[in-house]
Protein backbone atom coordinates (compact mmCIF):
# COMPACT_ATOMS: atom_id res chain seq x y z
CA UNK A 1 0.00 0.00 0.00
CA UNK A 2 1.34 3.08 -1.24
CA UNK A 3 0.40 6.68 0.57
CA UNK A 4 1.59 10.51 -0.15
CA UNK A 5 1.04 12.35 2.81
CA UNK A 6 1.56 16.33 2.74
CA UNK A 7 2.40 18.71 5.41
CA UNK A 8 3.30 22.34 5.84
CA UNK A 9 -0.17 24.40 5.05
CA UNK A 10 -1.40 26.90 7.23
CA UNK A 11 -2.23 31.07 6.82
CA UNK A 12 -0.11 33.34 5.65
CA UNK A 13 -0.27 36.65 5.27
CA UNK A 14 0.67 38.30 1.71
CA UNK A 15 4.03 38.80 0.81
CA UNK A 16 4.60 36.04 3.46
CA UNK A 17 6.49 32.27 2.62
CA UNK A 18 5.37 28.64 3.35
CA UNK A 19 7.11 25.35 2.45
CA UNK A 20 5.03 22.36 1.72
CA UNK A 21 6.68 18.62 1.87
CA UNK A 22 5.28 15.26 0.97
CA UNK A 23 6.53 11.76 1.44
CA UNK A 24 5.72 8.81 0.10
CA UNK A 25 5.78 5.45 1.77
CA UNK A 26 4.70 1.97 1.64
CA UNK A 27 6.31 -0.72 -1.25
CA UNK A 28 7.73 1.22 -3.19
CA UNK A 29 10.09 -0.07 -6.37
CA UNK A 30 10.68 3.59 -7.92
CA UNK A 31 8.77 7.19 -8.46
CA UNK A 32 8.71 8.77 -11.71
CA UNK A 33 7.24 13.01 -12.53
CA UNK A 34 6.39 14.41 -8.84
CA UNK A 35 3.76 17.31 -8.70
CA UNK A 36 2.14 19.48 -6.91
CA UNK A 37 -1.64 20.75 -7.78
CA UNK A 38 -3.89 23.07 -6.25
CA UNK A 39 -7.63 23.59 -5.93
CA UNK A 40 -9.49 26.52 -5.15
CA UNK A 41 -13.16 26.64 -3.99
CA UNK A 42 -15.89 26.03 -6.81
CA UNK A 43 -12.75 25.89 -9.20
CA UNK A 44 -10.97 22.92 -11.15
CA UNK A 45 -7.77 21.39 -9.88
CA UNK A 46 -5.02 22.98 -11.58
CA UNK A 47 -1.23 21.80 -11.83
CA UNK A 48 1.18 23.93 -10.29
CA UNK A 49 4.59 22.32 -10.72
CA UNK A 50 5.98 18.79 -11.72
CA UNK A 51 9.18 17.52 -11.27
CA UNK A 52 10.79 14.54 -13.20
CA UNK A 53 12.79 12.29 -11.65
CA UNK A 54 15.98 13.91 -12.83
CA UNK A 55 15.24 17.10 -11.75
CA UNK A 56 13.71 18.79 -14.35
CA UNK A 57 11.24 20.91 -13.52
CA UNK A 58 7.88 23.26 -14.87
CA UNK A 59 5.93 25.26 -13.84
CA UNK A 60 2.24 27.10 -14.54
CA UNK A 61 2.98 30.53 -15.37
CA UNK A 62 0.72 32.05 -12.16
CA UNK A 63 3.54 30.40 -9.96
CA UNK A 64 6.82 31.02 -11.77
CA UNK A 65 9.68 33.07 -10.36
CA UNK A 66 7.76 32.68 -6.64
CA UNK A 67 7.63 28.63 -5.99
CA UNK A 68 10.34 26.16 -6.28
CA UNK A 69 9.90 22.33 -6.84
CA UNK A 70 12.52 20.04 -5.71
CA UNK A 71 12.74 16.44 -4.69
CA UNK A 72 14.79 14.07 -2.15
CA UNK A 73 14.98 11.00 -4.17
CA UNK A 74 16.06 8.90 -1.11
CA UNK A 75 13.70 9.61 0.85
CA UNK A 76 10.53 9.61 -1.61
CA UNK A 77 9.79 13.54 -1.07
CA UNK A 78 8.93 16.65 -2.84
CA UNK A 79 8.68 20.04 -1.45
CA UNK A 80 7.30 23.57 -2.72
CA UNK A 81 8.79 26.61 -1.17
CA UNK A 82 6.52 29.29 -1.78
CA UNK A 83 7.41 33.07 -1.80
CA UNK A 84 5.61 36.13 -2.19
CA UNK A 85 2.30 34.65 -1.76
CA UNK A 86 -0.55 35.93 -3.01
CA UNK A 87 -4.71 35.75 -1.26
CA UNK A 88 -5.22 34.21 -4.82
CA UNK A 89 -2.69 31.70 -4.15
CA UNK A 90 -5.28 30.15 -1.34
CA UNK A 91 -6.91 26.83 -2.03
CA UNK A 92 -6.28 23.27 -1.10
CA UNK A 93 -2.81 21.55 -2.49
CA UNK A 94 -2.35 18.59 -3.00
CA UNK A 95 0.64 16.42 -4.10
CA UNK A 96 0.89 13.89 -6.84
CA UNK A 97 3.03 11.36 -7.90
CA UNK A 98 3.40 8.41 -10.47
CA UNK A 99 4.70 5.48 -8.14
CA UNK A 100 6.01 1.76 -9.46
CA UNK A 101 4.87 -0.39 -5.85
CA UNK A 102 7.18 -3.47 -5.73
CA UNK A 103 5.31 -6.30 -7.50
CA UNK A 104 2.81 -4.12 -9.23
CA UNK A 105 2.04 -1.84 -12.59
CA UNK A 106 3.01 1.80 -12.28
CA UNK A 107 0.21 4.21 -11.33
CA UNK A 108 -0.79 7.61 -10.03
CA UNK A 109 -1.52 8.09 -6.47
CA UNK A 110 -2.60 11.56 -4.75
CA UNK A 111 -2.20 12.63 -1.48
CA UNK A 112 -4.72 13.91 1.28
CA UNK A 113 -4.15 17.31 0.87
CA UNK A 114 -3.17 20.55 2.76
CA UNK A 115 -4.95 23.80 3.18
CA UNK A 116 -2.88 27.38 2.56
CA UNK A 117 -4.66 30.50 3.64
CA UNK A 118 -3.11 33.68 2.30
CA UNK A 119 -4.79 36.34 4.03
CA UNK A 120 -4.23 39.35 5.91
Known amino acids: QVQLVESGGGLVQPGGSLRLSCAASGSIFSIGAMSWYRQAPGKQRDLVARISRDGNSNYADSVKGRFTISRDNAKNAVYLQMNSLKPEDTAVYYC??????????????WGQGTQVTVSS
Open 96 to 109: YALVTPRFADQRAY
